[in-house]
């Protein structure tokens, strides 16, 4: 395995680590019906940093993979929505694509999420909109492990 795929793996790897303790931290607030029990402030803020991170640790991943195979990160002010759109495209020969439509969808919430919440500093958390955005989470990490497991397995054939 050439050095660039090798680290690779193990960058992805190390983020879907991180992925599966945010989503372990994310159960802790979770009633269960599913629905989030976000009933004060300070516990719909812990919730929504915990999904910032969550999308944080798969742009992580998005990154990684964008310097590994397309070797340019588009920096204007839409590059994390240009990065998120790239990695559901199908580039073969040069990699499949790592995402399906599904995933991308739970993903865009999560990245429009993030953006609100990184960036109004005056608004308060919506409970309802913070449930819809840890329901797309939720559906995501069901999706998300056998995408991105088939995309490793490309990167370890490039070698073969």
């Known amino acids: 395995m050439n050095e660039k795929a090798l680290l690779l793996i193990t960058n992805v790897h190390d983020d879907l680590q991180a992925i599966e303790e945010i989503y372990a931290a994310l159960e802790r607030y979770q009633v269960p019906d ?8 300070d516990q719909m803020i812990v919730i929504a940093y915990r999904l910032h991170n969550l999308y944080s640790a798969f742009e992580n991943i998005f990154l990684n993979i964008a310097r590994t195979f397309e070797n340019q990160i588009d920096e204007s002010g839409r590059w994390h929505t240009q990065l998120l759109s790239r990695m559901r495209l199908d580039l073969l020969p040069l990699r499949p694509s790592v995402i399906d ?11 429009r999420f993030r953006h609100l919440f990184r960036h109004a500093y005056t608004v308060h958390l919506d409970p309802d909109r913070l449930r819809l955005v840890l329901q797309q989470a939720q559906q995501l990490r069901k999706l998300y492990p056998s995408q991105v497991e088939r995309f490793l397995e490309f990167v370890r054939q490039l070698d073969s």
């Open 34 to 41: 599913g629905s989030v029990s976000a009933e004060d402030e």
């Open 101 to 111: 439509k599904a995933a991308y969808r739970a993903l865009d919430e999560l990245l």
